[in-house]
Nanobody, 124 residues
């Protein structure tokens, strides 16, 4: 059974950085598009970033463009999200997701595999 496991969340001050990682086990996801989503308390889950299966294309929400960078290492079956210049409004649970048939999408319904999430808290 495939699992996506996120790590790297934590508490950071505004302006700081965190690097989230997502490791896939039980299945090779090198041919999957991967995405990061987040959900803040009382809010809908929202798209953060996505990357195509070969890393050739990346997509970002406007709110994180220029601050976050998504990358992947298919040899290690992992995807990462480097988050810089963090703001209190970035506080949320961050989820990693995999889409077998896509090239990277902001639509969460496209993704069939999801991790359990990792908490990111940015203090002001």
């Amino acid at each position: 059974q495939v699992q996506l496991v996120e790590s790297g969340g934590g508490l950071v001050q505004a302006g700081g950085s965190l690097r989230l990682s997502c490791a896939a086990s039980g299945r090779i996801v090198s041919n999957y598009a991967m995405g990061w989503f987040r959900q803040a308390p009382g809010k809908e889950r929202e798209f953060v970033a996505a990357i195509s299966w070969n890393g050739g294309s990346t997509y970002y929400a406007d709110s994180v463009k220029g601050r976050f960078t998504i990358s992947r290492d298919n040899a290690k079956n992992t995807v990462s999200l480097q988050m810089n210049s963090l703001k209190p409004e970035d506080t949320a649970v961050y989820y990693c997701a995999a889409d077998r048939y896509g090239l990277g999408s902001p639509v969460d319904a496209r993704y069939e595999l999801w991790g359990q999430g990792t908490q990111v808290t940015v203090s002001s």
